[in-house]
């Protein structure tokens, strides 16, 4: 028998503590709908995703209400666009945003290209339609995956990805560059991330598949505040036990969507996500560690026994784990990391040192609209390097905030939040990306 | 002769079985009553579940500085309606008592709190 304090203290993680599931993602193979002639293409790309997310948001609804717990996003992630498209990819992503608006998600991601060993036809041609892409579109996520630990790291495109990320944010420099907002740059990218801007179907999932991400930065926090002072066993612990629970929530309803729906369920990725509301932030759990704030020394050790600790407790609670599974360090969604990028205690190149611990890269950070293309492959090529070496998924969404510099704010609004622009170390890297050609794989990708 | 006792005790624990059996397939949820103390809460809620055919299992109650909360585990195996119905229903009882009624299925907690 249930006991009251447990039901209690459930309630309390929803209604006080901001405990959610985060999205219910619906991967869609498109490998089908290819077709020489791009409109063609659109059109079954648009009406095989109607037919197959048409309750998607309906059933996200119905399990909201019936298991009293807020299933805040539905989302579709779809086949890289590359590899379905023998032509000009721009019907497409239109077709992708208007089936998003037709079946009611607020995201769709997909519109994306693996290019870690070098690039097809296919893939320069939607790498050089991004910035018109992600200005015409409106729920359409793009990604790149520029390097892997078996490939190497994919210098050309990394300088091109620069390029392209100036170039959205000019595009987009009314809304503060938010087409940026809406592009991954990643190394070691993964086939089932529910979390939007780098969720793509990998070619190695079904049909289709369900795929879910809760969050609960705001439950550990809370569970914390009861260790006030005890040592460090007791902190991993209590993330781990909580992280348990929150992860059953997403297995239960990852379970249910998928009867429901018909649809296979594929994992529950248990990363800790946050969103700008306050008391659901994953830099406050930092702080409830014992840091002044987020960026003060000690931050990437924290950082380090929470991704971990998050990691233990969710693999015991589902039978499938995958996604990016980890804790998220957007500074723009997430109001203890804009707090403490605004103070000043959170520079780049500490968010650099916390992506080597963490299950994301640098993501959702505004940088001054002057930084050079040169700068931004700079940032992708280190962020990649982290990435290739330590064998871990790493990305840069970074946003040039077009007319701006280091001090000023911009605002992107909802889950995407605002953000204070960083400073960038202003020495260049213009010769270093000018070389082009590729950085080998590391030694120890030799596995076999 | 001897046969009969065991005989019996068989057919007895073929129906614990069942009955431990029906328990685990039940479709349990929570209701929750919270307000203002007032008279014929209880009254109200079980009248109109029992209406809908809905046994409840088990209840848990207090009120604190006239503060009132409840909360009710239910079997819906029995409801004709669906869930979404059920709860539409519960709002007649909700708008003439002025409290908060929240009805989820208890899959929740049991995923949460058991192994």
Same mark, same amino acid.
């Given at each position: 028998?249930?006991?009251?304090?447990?039901?209690?203290?459930?309630?309390?993680?929803?209604?006080?503590?901001?405990?959610?599931?985060?999205?219910?993602?619906?991967?869609?193979?498109?490998?089908?709908?290819?077709?020489?002639?791009?409109?063609?293409?659109?059109?079954?790309?648009?009406?095989?995703?109607?037919?197959?997310?048409?309750?998607?948001?309906?059933?996200?609804?119905?399990?909201?209400?019936?298991?009293?717990?807020?299933?805040?996003?539905?989302?579709?992630?779809?086949?890289?666009?590359?590899?379905?498209?023998?032509?000009?990819?721009?019907?497409?992503?239109?077709?992708?945003?208007?089936?998003?608006?037709?079946?009611?998600?607020?995201?769709?991601?997909?519109?994306?290209?693996?290019?870690?060993?070098?690039?097809?036809?296919?893939?320069?041609?939607?790498?050089?339609?991004?910035?018109?892409?992600?200005?015409?579109?409106?729920?359409?996520?793009?990604?790149?995956?520029?390097?892997?630990?078996?490939?190497?790291?994919?210098?050309?495109?990394?300088? /091109? $990805? &620069?390029?392209?990320?100036?170039?959205?944010?000019?595009? +987009? *420099? =009314?809304?503060?560059? #938010?087409?940026? %907002?809406?592009?991954?740059?990643?190394?070691?990218?993964?086939?089932?991330?529910?979390?939007?801007?780098?969720?793509?179907?990998?070619?190695?999932?079904?049909?289709?598949?369900?795929?879910?991400?809760?969050?609960?930065?705001?439950?550990?926090?809370?569970?914390?505040?009861?260790?006030?002072?005890?040592?460090?066993?007791?902190?991993?612990?209590?993330?781990?036990?909580?992280?348990?629970?929150?992860?059953?929530?997403?297995?239960?309803?990852?379970?249910?969507?998928?009867?429901?729906?018909?649809?296979?369920?594929?994992?529950?990725?248990?990363?800790?996500?946050?969103?700008?509301?306050?008391?659901?932030?994953?830099?406050?759990?930092?702080? /409830? $560690? &014992?840091?002044?704030?987020?960026?003060?020394?000690?931050? +990437? *050790? =924290?950082?380090?026994? #929470?991704?971990? %600790?998050?990691?233990?407790?969710?693999?015991?609670?589902?039978?499938?784990?995958?996604?990016?599974?980890?804790?998220?360090?957007?500074?723009?969604?997430?109001?203890?990391?804009?707090?403490?990028?605004?103070?000043?205690?959170?520079?780049?190149?500490?968010?650099?040192?916390?992506?080597?611990?963490?299950?994301?890269?640098?993501?959702?950070?505004?940088?001054?609209?002057?930084?050079?293309?040169?700068?931004?492959?700079?940032?992708?090529?280190?962020?990649?390097?982290?990435?290739?070496?330590?064998?871990?998924?790493?990305?840069?969404?970074?946003?040039?905030?077009?007319?701006?510099?280091?001090?000023?704010?911009?605002?992107?609004?909802?889950?995407?939040?605002?953000?204070?622009?960083?400073?960038?170390?202003?020495?260049?890297?213009?010769?270093?990306?000018?070389?082009?050609?590729?950085?080998?794989?590391?030694?120890?990708?030799?596995?076999? | 002769?001897?046969?009969?006792?065991?005989?019996?005790?068989?057919?007895?624990?073929?129906?614990?079985?069942?009955?431990?059996?029906?328990?685990?397939?039940?479709?349990?949820?929570?209701?929750?009553?919270?307000?203002?103390?007032?008279?014929?809460?209880?009254?109200?809620?079980?009248?109109?579940?029992?209406?809908?055919?809905?046994?409840?299992?088990?209840?848990?109650?207090?009120?604190?500085?006239?503060?009132?909360?409840?909360?009710?585990?239910?079997?819906?195996?029995?409801?004709?309606?669906?869930?979404?119905?059920?709860?539409?229903?519960?709002?007649?009882?909700?708008?003439?008592?002025?409290?908060?009624?929240?009805?989820?299925?208890?899959?929740?907690?049991?995923?949460?709190?058991?192994?």
């Amino acid at each position: 028998m249930i006991e009251t304090g447990e039901i209690l203290q459930t309630m309390r993680m929803i209604q006080e503590e901001n405990f959610d599931i985060r999205t219910i993602t619906l991967g869609i193979n498109l490998l089908d709908c290819a077709d020489h002639d791009p409109l063609v293409c659109a059109e079954r790309v648009y009406d095989k995703i109607c037919r197959t997310a048409q309750n998607l948001v309906s059933t996200g609804e119905a399990l909201e209400l019936e298991l009293g717990i807020p299933i805040v996003n539905k989302r579709i992630s779809v086949t890289p666009v590359s590899l379905i498209c023998q032509g000009d990819p721009r019907p497409i992503a239109q077709a992708l945003d208007r089936a998003a608006k037709e079946t009611g998600v607020n995201f769709i991601g997909g519109y994306s290209a693996l290019m870690q060993k070098g690039a097809t036809l296919a893939d320069e041609r939607l790498l050089s339609s991004i910035p018109e892409v992600l200005s015409t579109t409106e729920r359409l996520c793009s990604s790149v995956n520029v390097a892997s630990t078996r490939a190497g790291i994919n210098m050309n495109a990394v300088r /091109e $990805m &620069g390029e392209i990320i100036k170039e959205t944010a000019l595009r +987009t *420099a =009314a809304q503060d560059g #938010l087409g940026c %907002a809406k592009l991954v740059v990643f190394a070691n990218a993964v086939e089932d991330n529910p979390f939007m801007a780098g969720a793509f179907c990998g070619i190695g999932e079904p049909e289709s598949v369900i795929n879910v991400g809760v969050s609960g930065p705001g439950v550990v926090k809370k569970a914390l505040e009861a260790c006030k002072g005890a040592p460090f066993d007791t902190v991993a612990e209590t993330i781990k036990r909580t992280a348990f629970k929150i992860t059953r929530v997403g297995q239960l309803v990852a379970r249910e969507a998928s009867q429901r729906l018909g649809i296979p369920f594929g994992i529950v990725d248990l990363s800790l996500a946050p969103t700008p509301a306050r008391g659901d932030s994953v830099a406050h759990i930092l702080s /409830e $560690m &014992g840091l002044e704030m987020a960026g003060a020394p000690g931050t +990437t *050790a =924290a950082l380090a026994l #929470l991704n971990d %600790a998050v990691k233990k407790g969710g693999v015991m609670a589902s039978n499938h784990v995958g996604g990016l599974s980890g804790a998220f360090i957007p500074v723009s969604e997430d109001i203890g990391m804009i707090e403490a990028a605004t103070a000043g205690a959170l520079h780049l190149e500490k968010l650099e040192a916390m992506t080597c611990v963490c299950s994301v890269g640098l993501d959702m950070i505004a940088i001054p609209g002057d930084t050079s293309a040169a700068t931004i492959s700079g940032i992708i090529a280190d962020e990649a390097a982290i990435g290739m070496v330590n064998n871990k998924t790493t990305a840069v969404r970074v946003i040039p905030a077009v007319g701006k510099k280091a001090g000023d704010t911009v605002e992107f609004g909802g889950l995407l939040g605002f953000a204070p622009v960083i400073p960038v170390n202003p020495f260049k890297c213009d010769d270093f990306i000018a070389r082009g050609g590729r950085i080998p794989a590391p030694l120890h990708s030799l596995r076999n | 002769m001897l046969d009969k006792p065991l005989h019996l005790a068989y057919i007895l624990s073929r129906h614990r079985i069942l009955f431990a059996l029906g328990g685990m397939l039940m479709t349990k949820a929570l209701i929750s009553v919270t307000g203002l103390d007032t008279t014929g809460i209880i009254a109200r809620v079980a009248t109109k579940l029992a209406d809908m055919n809905i046994n409840i299992l088990d209840i848990t109650q207090t009120i604190l500085d006239g503060y009132f909360t409840m909360m009710m585990v239910v079997d819906l195996d029995g409801a004709q309606l669906g869930f979404a119905d059920i709860d539409k229903e519960l709002q007649t009882v909700r708008d003439e008592l002025k409290m908060s009624i929240h009805m989820q299925r208890m899959d929740i907690f049991d995923a949460m709190h058991r192994i």
